[in-house]
């Protein structure tokens, strides 16, 4: 009989304890996550009675699902890693644990390959207050390599889990759920357009049996990485399943001694989606993004995109400006059209100055008016980017990325960002017009996916932003990418908004919003109120509808206000100082998704951190299966405190709504049993239409 020794280790918060064991010196592998462990707990027992029974047709023991899974040790899946030497040998490395580090929140696991001479470092570090546990596996050799695949460090996954919901989507059509059954064999996905992509946010959410937005258990992961992912969530033979999450394969082209996977967010929640939800929406708020001004109000914007497109006139701008401060804007930013010979979306990429066409006397004279209307500043960029009709690509042809014949992305290519040259041309453009005038604000915009992914791009973009975020440090950056091309926590922890759509109607928004909220929070989501008729959809929706909608989120305004009529700016005015009312501690609360038993409604309670307040918005997506509306059950408040509920747009009730519902009269006040349990019958409404609720602690 082979003698055993097992040595485990464990991380803890209140929420969740994980704990890893190494068996033999093996590379440790996941034996327990899930609710806190009593702290006597013998890890010993759990990794001994995690261990699979072995019959007919197996191997006489089952492999370990360890942080890195070893194609040598007969591991049945995917491998956590695959490398070969500088000559293009493939490497099977086998690895030996070396050292754990344990401090009060982290392990730093080494694990060491003495015939491959390698070393596998996995640090897992959890965050006490949010609960995300944070994880970054990297690769060390005395000789370059290449690498094919590096996933960070592997997490086991539930067995009594139906189905893995992840992230798809398109332009104008953003955070699209897709629910996968678990089946035998893999869930791929993998991004290798070079760019986060509407199409691949690189998240995943794995429901335990029956979990819903507010109950049961689920796993979340976020791959916080710009420059494309590969997903694995695969069911083993044996039923065991993995997710490998790491930057899409083969993105590292140059051999290195040494390589790094990006940062894999997890947590674990026994409060249904929401409780993952919340972690993510904290973490990325209170720890991952960088805030410019932290404490200060987030700002109401005014973005003059779907107002002018490129026809800019110093006028007309000021113009606008003037009725949106009047809505109640405080930031005004100039989207594209204002630099090179930028008429169209066909030239003047790369050519960052200031057209003198459209501004004969500069910038400055526009930026002057919105500051003394009490508005700061911002200005649209797309730094990646480059024109054949420019003059840069004119200088430089070989500044871009790609084959010369490839296939153009709204008539441009995109710059080569590896190459030094290229970082500080744009830097110094960049730098000079945020030197020249008091600039609070960049749309860092990213239109095109790349002619073919490349880590060097994406740490090249990074560094570009890092150095702009050192000099300027005032200056806000919103990500954007046709909309929401560029979202994920690697862009966030160098920018602080994201632009989530380009689809400004605000029924696509109210569904995207809600689905975002799985990972983002309110401060860093833009959401602004369109035209009437909306440019992306040729939707017609009311004012009410679309400034609710916005004001669910960092609310903002994209219309020309020359269209609205005298209804339409009172609502605005309306819902907008509503905004800034309450705007302190909205920025700062959780977001959780309702269990709507309407399906046609859209519903989300946003709470205070303190529990004292939360507010509901109920958006009807649909007409509704049933001829009455069906109550709506509120979450996470205190079963026994009492709460005034009301109907804050009231007086928005439809002549059909017929009954005398409480609501419509005035406040209720009940306890957090009876709003949780029984819920709220809300009006009757018409599709298209939101109501909100505010509610107050007694
Ligand atoms: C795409 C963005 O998503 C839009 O909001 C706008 O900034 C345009 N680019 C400008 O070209």
């Keep these: 009989m082979i003698q055993t020794t097992t040595k485990t280790w464990r991380l803890d918060d209140a929420r969740q304890t994980l704990a890893i064991a190494s068996t033999n010196d093996r590379c440790p592998q996941v034996i327990y996550w899930g609710p806190p462990l009593p702290a006597g707990e013998d890890l010993e027992a759990i990794a001994g009675v995690s261990q699979l029974d072995v019959t007919g047709g197996m191997l006489d023991a089952n492999p370990d699902l360890s942080l890195c899974p070893e194609a040598a040790r007969s591991f049945p899946g995917q491998p956590g890693m695959i490398v070969r030497d500088a000559a293009g040998e493939r490497l099977l490395p086998k690895f030996k644990l070396h050292d754990v580090a344990q401090d009060d929140t982290g392990l730093v696991i080494t694990c060491e390959d003495a ?19 944070v994880m970054q596996a990297r690769l060390n050799a ?30 104008c059509g953003e955070f699209q759920l897709n629910r996968t059954a678990w089946s035998a064999g893999i869930r791929y996905r993998e991004n290798r ?17 029956g979990a819903t937005n507010t109950a049961g258990s689920a796993y979340a992961f976020h791959y916080g990485w710009s420059g494309g992912r590969r997903m694995i969530a695969e069911e083993l033979p044996d039923g065991r399943c993995q997710i490998q999450f790491g930057h899409a394969a083969r993105m590292e082209t140059a051999p290195s001694k040494e390589f790094r996977t990006a940062i894999l967010y997890a947590v674990y929640s026994g409060e249904g989606l929401n409780g993952c939800a919340i972690s ?12 410019t001004t932290p404490g200060t109000p987030r700002p109401v914007h005014y973005n003059c ?34 630099f090179g010979q ?59 990325l790609g084959a010369e014949d490839q296939i153009l992305g709204r008539q441009q290519k995109a710059l080569n960002m590896a190459l030094p040259e290229v970082r500080a041309f744009l830097y110094e453009r960049i730098a000079a017009l945020l030197s020249a005038h008091p600039i609070a604000y960049i749309k860092w915009d990213h239109n ?17 932003i890092d150095q702009l975020r050192a000099d300027f440090p005032h200056v806000e950056i919103e990500s954007c990418a046709s909309g929401g091309g560029r979202i994920d926590f690697g862009t966030l922890s160098r920018t602080q908004r994201v632009w989530l759509s380009d689809s400004n109607d605000a029924l696509e928004r109210l569904k995207m919003q809600h689905n975002a909220a799985l990972f983002l929070p309110a401060a860093a989501t833009g959401s602004h109120v369109g035209p009437r008729r909306c440019h992306t959809s040729g939707r017609i929706l009311d004012i009410e509808f679309c400034a609710w909608v916005a004001a669910q989120r960092h609310m903002g305004f994209e219309m020309d206000p020359r269209e609205l009529d005298p209804r339409e700016t009172e609502v605005l005015k309306d819902v907008t100082s509503w905004w800034k009312d309450n705007r302190n501690w909205m920025m700062n609360a959780d977001i959780m998704r309702l269990d709507s038993a309407d399906p046609s409604v859209i519903a989300e309670q946003q709470s205070a951190r303190d529990g004292h307040r939360f507010v509901v918005f109920a958006g009807k997506a649909g007409t509704s299966a049933q001829i009455a509306p069906r109550p709506l059950q509120l979450t996470r408040l205190d079963s026994n405190a009492r709460y005034r509920v009301s109907l804050r747009n009231r007086g928005s009730a439809a002549a059909l709504s017929r009954g005398t519902l409480t609501l419509k009269d005035g406040p209720v006040i009940l306890t957090g049993t009876a709003l949780m349990h029984n819920g709220l019958a809300l009006p009757w409404s018409f599709p298209e239409t939101m109501w909100v609720l505010e509610g107050e602690r007694l």
């Design 115 to 133: 015939v491959n001479r390698l070393t596998y470092t996995a640090e897992m570090r959890i965050d006490p207050e949010t609960h995300v546990i």
């Design 142 to 171: 005395d000789r370059a390599m290449y690498l094919h695949w590096l996933a960070a460090p592997v997490l086991p996954a539930p067995q009594n889990s139906d189905d893995m919901i992840d992230v798809a989507g398109r332009w």
């Design 193 to 209: 357009t070079g760019r986060t992509g509407h199409e691949h946010f690189p998240g995943l959410i794995v429901p335990c049996r």
């Design 280 to 291: 993510f929406q904290r973490h990325l708020r209170d720890r991952v993004v960088r805030w």
């Design 305 to 338: 995109w779907e107002a002018v497109y490129f026809d800019h006139d110093v006028p007309t701008l000021k113009d606008i400006a003037t009725r949106a401060a009047a809505l109640g804007a405080e930031r005004f930013v100039l989207d594209d059209g204002w």
């Design 342 to 400: 930028r008429d169209d979306d066909t030239s003047s990429l790369s050519d960052w100055e200031v057209d003198p066409r459209k501004y004969p006397e500069g910038l400055g004279p526009l930026i002057d008016h919105v500051h003394e209307l009490g508005m700061s500043f911002g200005i649209w960029f797309e730094p990646e980017m480059i024109n054949p009709d420019s003059n840069l690509h004119r200088a430089h042809p070989d500044w871009a």
């Design 448 to 464: 095109r996916v790349l002619p073919q992914p490349d880590a060097e791009q994406t740490r090249g973009s990074y560094a570009l």
